[in-house]
């Protein structure tokens, strides 16, 4: 599977924003998908991940409640909504697909698959 991460761009906080990514190949709905998200001089860091299924979802404590992942299996995309944006939030943001859910929490887990990242920036 290949993956093309879109929907980044400048907001002020407060703002919200939808992150696409899109999955070549018809193996797509078999993988469980994840965004991260890596911060200017730190690492990358585990944001949110979703199910085959779109069954079950899991988020990191620093987004839940103000992120939402999704998919449309139809179309091939996975999306993070992200809503009440903080400067905290700027970053690069990359999404992975992974037979398995471990594969996104365990330090060092190889996916099977990056998208290339979307840069967004909260500035006011």
């Known amino acids: 599977v290949q993956l093309q991460a879109s929907g980044g761009g400048l907001v002020q906080p407060g703002d919200s924003l939808r992150l696409s990514c899109a999955a070549s190949?018809?193996?797509?709905?078999?993988?469980?998908m994840g965004w991260f998200r890596q911060a200017p001089g730190k690492e990358r860091e585990f944001v949110a991940h979703?199910?085959?299924?779109?069954?079950?979802?899991y988020y990191a404590e620093s987004v839940k409640g103000r992120f939402t992942i999704s998919r449309d299996n139809a179309k091939n995309t996975v999306y993070l909504q992200m809503n009440s944006l903080t400067p905290e939030d700027t970053a690069v943001y990359y999404c992975a697909a992974a037979e398995s859910v471990t594969t996104f929490h365990v330090r060092g887990g190889k996916p099977s698959a990056w998208g290339q990242g979307t840069l967004v920036t909260v500035s006011s």
């Open positions: 979703i199910t085959s299924s779109g069954t079950n979802t």
């Open positions: 190949g018809r193996t797509f709905r078999y993988y469980n």
